[in-house]
């Protein structure tokens, strides 16, 4: 353990060329493996749903800079490379979760895959969200980072509005049972 905090140490006093990028491999390998430490924490699914759903729309974003940078685009490639990175969550049932849909609003699909994709949404809008409001601002940031900052805000406020408010039922699929009459007898 200390060698690994004499090692962040002596990286952080390295000074180089920094590189503003809000979308960084740590930041993306950080939530590819969130699912399996957040249940044993015993957060809800549907909570981490919206940050895979994120990043996954964060992977369609490098996958289109990639694409274009090559010049390999064709008509609608953003869509298409867009959901196809959406389409990944599919790895997420095989070993982790059990598709298991229901009823949600007017869809009927499993709540894992709602708030997956609302989570998707969120980070899309965020983008658009955050490019308007430097437009209207003269083509300038209103703060150091807003970039990065705003994403990460509106993404959040929906894990904690979905947390307190939830629209869907995911702990049925992690196993945690909520306790209702229903469940402990007596119980009121």
């Known amino acids: 353990m200390k060698l690994l905090l004499w090692t962040f140490a002596l990286m952080t006093a390295i000074v180089g060329k920094a590189f503003?990028?809000?979308?960084?491999?740590?930041?993306?390998?950080a939530i590819a493996g969130s699912l399996t430490i957040a249940r044993k924490l015993g957060v809800d699914d549907c909570v981490v749903g919206v940050w895979v759903g994120a990043m996954l729309a964060m992977?369609?974003?490098?996958?289109?800079?990639?694409?274009?940078?090559r010049k390999w685009t064709f008509k609608g490639y953003k869509v298409f490379w867009m959901a196809f990175s959406l389409s990944l969550v599919g790895f997420i049932y095989?070993?982790?979760?059990?598709?298991t849909p229901d009823v949600i609003g007017i869809f009927?699909?499993?709540?894992?895959l709602f708030t997956t994709l609302l989570g998707a949404a969120?980070?899309?809008?965020?983008?658009?969200?955050y490019a308007w409001m430097k437009e209207k601002n003269g083509g300038h940031a209103h703060f150091p980072f807003?970039?990065?900052v705003v994403p990460i805000v509106l993404v959040l406020a929906t894990s904690v509005l979905i947390a307190y408010y939830p629209i869907c039922n995911c702990a049925r699929t992690s196993g945690v049972v909520p306790v209702t009459a229903d469940v402990v007898p007596g119980f009121d």
């Not at 969120?122 to 969200?129: E, G, R």
């Open 20 to 29: 503003a990028n809000p979308a960084c491999a740590v930041c993306t390998v």
């Open 59 to 69: 992977i369609g974003y490098w996958t289109i800079r990639f694409v274009e940078k």
């Open 94 to 99: 095989i070993k982790d979760l059990t598709y």
């Open 108 to 112: 009927y699909m499993d709540s894992f």
């Open 122 to 129: 969120v980070l899309i809008f965020s983008m658009h969200f």
């Open 146 to 148: 807003e970039k990065v």
